[in-house]
């Protein structure tokens, strides 16, 4: 079964940064593509950033491109997102998923595509 923990959430003003982790566990790391999506309140859960299992060509919604970097560490079995000059409107909780696929350069930006989630990390950019 595979388990995946965020963490790195926190309270933070605008023009701050953070930088978010999700630990994999109960998997090989290195077969799965990693998204993070994050749902604001009274939203629905939105694709913010993520990679292939390759790393190659990681994929951003255009609202964050500039701002936020998606990384990975195979030996580590970790992704991160590092989030920069942030603002209100990125306030929500952030999730990682990770979706098993072959493809060398594809991410999905369906939340429906992937198949594992972690349990969520809260995200607040004061104003």
């Known amino acids: 079964q595979v388990h995946l923990v965020e963490s790195g959430g926190g309270l933070v003003e605008i023009g701050g940064s953070l930088r978010l982790s999700c630990a994999a566990s109960?998997?090989?790391?290195?077969?799965?593509?990693m998204g993070w999506f994050r749902q604001a309140p009274g939203k629905e859960r939105e694709f913010v950033a993520g990679m292939s299992w390759s790393g190659h060509n990681p994929r951003y919604v255009d609202s964050v491109k500039g701002r936020f970097t998606v990384s990975r560490d195979d030996g580590k079995n970790t992704a991160y997102l590092q989030m920069d000059s942030l603002k209100p409107e990125d306030t929500a909780v952030y999730y990682c998923g990770a979706r098993f696929s072959s493809s060398l350069t594809y991410t999905s930006p369906a939340a429906n595509d992937y198949h594992y989630w972690g349990q969520g990390t809260q995200v607040t950019v004061s104003s």
């Open positions: 109960g998997c090989s790391f290195s077969d799965y593509a």
